[in-house]
Nanobody
Framework: QVQLVESGGGLVQPGGSLRLSCAAS????????IGWFRQVPGKEPEGVSC???????YYLDSVKGRFTISRDNAKNTVYLQMTSLKPEDTAIYSC??????????????????WGQGTQVTVSS
């Protein structure tokens, strides 16, 4: 009964910004671990960022300093603020949630639920 709905994707020029949202129902996000993964055709999902139930945050090296993950407990929503976007950031971005994170945060199979994704395209 957990549902995750992403929004905020779109087409931006290199150097631009987008804010992705993940609105959850059926689970309280401040009790869970939430990640953002991205995927392009023919490639495995790539962990972009994660915020744990305790508020710790983690980032893929290539997005450090450019992306920020945050959580609004009142809205039960997690955000990914993306700045200084590059063409290589183009992908479908999905929100993923785990009750417990037993291994590394970038292990996609450790997450229990995922959304349908939102397309981010960075192109000039």
């Amino acid at each position: 009964q957990v549902q995750l709905v992403e929004s905020g994707g779109g087409l931006v020029q290199p150097g631009g910004s987008l804010r992705l949202s993940c609105a959850a129902s059926g689970i309280t996000l401040d009790t869970a671990n939430i990640g953002w993964f991205r995927q392009v055709p023919g490639k495995e999902p790539e962990g972009v960022s994660c915020i744990t139930s305790s508020g710790n945050t983690y980032y893929l090296d290539s997005v450090k300093g450019r992306f920020t993950i945050s959580r609004d407990n009142a809205k039960n929503t997690v955000y990914l603020q993306m700045t200084s976007l590059k063409p290589e950031d183009t992908a479908i971005y999905s929100c993923v949630v785990a009750r417990n994170l037993w291994t590394h945060w970038q292990i996609y199979n450790d997450y229990n639920w995922w959304g349908q994704g939102t397309q981010v395209t960075v192109s000039s």
